[in-house]
């Protein structure tokens, strides 16, 4: 394939641009650096949803429907304690629509290229397996987003979830 094609920080990118840098800004500095989202950038995402699959149940349903019934979201176990949705400095839309491969390219994307997170904390979600197998990844995604709205807990029951 063409140089590009398969390299998910750049597919990654692009989706990112297309997608979320309306309100994240194009280096997820989100409100702080005047957007309107939450800040991505500088391990504020990985801090908040330790495993990627967290990541894309947040996505895919947006804040009201991947929050847990007490406005709480992401990891509970955060150093600092669990972010709620009244510290949100706007509404997150939900994107249920981003294609699977697409998915997993953006959540690489945002977790290395903008949140300075490893690739070895996240041993699904890396290039390296994303090259060496995207439909693995789709396919975990695409379990993902079939779960019910408003419960994020749920994360953990599926194969690959990155859970304590």
Same mark, same amino acid.
């Given at each position: 394939?063409?140089?590009?094609?398969?390299?998910?920080?750049?597919?990654?990118?692009?989706?990112?641009?297309?997608?979320?840098?309306?309100? +994240?800004?194009?280096?997820?500095?989100?409100?702080?650096?005047?957007?309107?989202?939450?800040?991505?950038?500088?391990?504020?995402?990985?801090?908040?949803?330790?495993?990627?699959?967290?990541?894309?149940?947040?996505?895919? +349903?947006?804040?009201?429907?991947?929050?847990?019934?007490?406005?709480?979201?992401?990891?509970? =176990?955060?150093?600092?304690?669990? +972010?709620?949705?009244?510290?949100?400095?706007?509404?997150?839309?939900?994107?249920?629509?981003?294609?699977?491969?697409?998915?997993?390219?953006?959540?690489?994307?945002?977790?290395?290229?903008?949140?300075?997170?490893?690739?070895? =904390?996240?041993? /699904?979600? /890396?290039?390296?397996?994303?090259?060496? /197998?995207?439909?693995?990844?789709?396919?975990?995604?695409?379990?993902?987003?079939?779960?019910?709205? /408003?419960?994020?807990?749920?994360?953990?029951?599926?194969?690959?979830?990155?859970?304590?």
């Amino acid at each position: 394939p063409p140089a590009g094609e398969s390299d998910p920080m750049v597919i990654g990118g692009e989706v990112y641009a297309g997608t979320c840098s309306g309100c +994240h800004g194009a280096d997820g500095a989100g409100a702080a650096a005047g957007g309107t989202g939450a800040q991505l950038s500088d391990g504020a995402l990985t801090a908040t949803f330790a495993d990627p699959l967290s990541q894309v149940y947040w996505i895919a +349903h947006g804040s009201e429907g991947a929050s847990r019934p007490d406005g709480t979201y992401g990891d509970l =176990d955060r150093e600092g304690g669990p +972010h709620t949705l009244d510290l949100l400095p706007s509404v997150m839309p939900a994107f249920p629509d981003v294609p699977p491969e697409e998915m997993a390219a953006l959540i690489i994307y945002i977790r290395e290229g903008l949140s300075g997170g490893d690739p070895a =904390d996240d041993p /699904n979600f /890396n290039v390296d397996t994303f090259e060496a /197998n995207p439909a693995a990844l789709a396919a975990m995604i695409e379990e993902v987003t079939a779960l019910e709205p /408003n419960d994020p807990d749920a994360v953990a029951t599926v194969e690959g979830a990155e859970t304590e």
